[in-house]
């Protein structure tokens, strides 16, 4: 069975330092991937999706950034962090016409 | 361009009661439709979807849906609500022919009171 896994669970971090959240998918091959941001309050906010290694597309302009450097494994990163980017970030994959979402990471800008 | 919006940021009924989570969607065709549900803290969860056939879908926790063609709708159902149905809602589309993107709704927060 498929299973998809994100780290760390939980984080603070302080205004303006860098950002890199994990997320692999074990079970699968060549799977589409997304990168979602719940804020408080708000809905799911899609940020990225890949349908492949190094192919990466942003949905919304902002200091984010994600990559793709293996088949499995999916990465958010900024250079230097807002107060605004605190949230909650789903990775998810996609097989077909169904998504599947991992456990999430808090983020809190501080 | 599709989008999803779900009626109600917050809903709130008795242990027992009727839960009915509305949600419309608009899109050039019939997407497909999720409804996923997500408890604190956690990932979103499945609860039910609709791709062909039967427009009717019953999902896990006693939870069902309608698809509505006529009514862009696909409102979710729960005959007796449980205190443990207590959760965010979120529906959500995906477009039948490429499907490599999912919109969501910007949930609705259910309580369930006893």
């Known amino acids: 069975s498929q299973t998809i896994h994100q780290w760390p669970a939980t984080l603070v971090q302080p205004v303006g330092s860098p950002l890199s959240l994990e997320c692999t998918v074990e079970?699968?091959?060549?799977?589409?991937l997304y990168w979602y941001r719940q804020a408080a309050g708000r809905g799911l906010q899609l940020l990225f999706y890949?349908?492949?290694?190094?192919?990466i597309s942003s949905e919304v302009p902002q200091n984010l950034s994600a990559s793709r450097p293996q088949d499995r494994q999916f990465i958010l990163s900024s250079k230097k962090l807002l107060l605004s980017d605190s949230g909650f970030y789903l990775c998810?994959?996609?097989?077909?016409?169904?998504?599947?979402f991992g456990p999430g990471t808090r983020l809190t800008v501080l | 361009a599709q989008s999803v919006t779900q009626l109600g940021s917050h809903v709130s009924v008795s242990e027992g009661a009727l839960v009915l989570l509305r949600c419309n969607y608009s899109?050039?065709?019939?997407?497909?439709l999720f409804w996923y549900v997500q408890y604190p803290n956690q990932g979103l969860q499945l609860l039910l979807k609709?791709?062909?056939?039967?427009?009717l879908v019953k999902g896990i926790n006693g939870f069902e849906a309608e698809f509505k063609k006529s009514e862009t709708s696909f409102h979710l159902t729960k005959p007796s609500a449980h205190m443990s149905d207590a959760a965010e809602y979120f529906c959500?589309?995906?477009?039948?022919?490429?499907?490599?993107?999912?919109?969501f709704g910007t949930g609705t927060s259910l309580t369930v009171i006893p």
């Open positions: 899109s050039s065709v019939p997407p497909y």
């Open positions: 890949s349908v492949g290694i190094g192919q």
């Open positions: 959500a589309v995906s477009d039948r022919y490429t499907g490599n993107q999912f919109y």
């Open positions: 998810a994959w996609s097989p077909d016409y169904l998504v599947f």
């Open positions: 609709y791709t062909t056939g039967a427009t």
């Open positions: 079970g699968t091959s060549n799977p589409n």
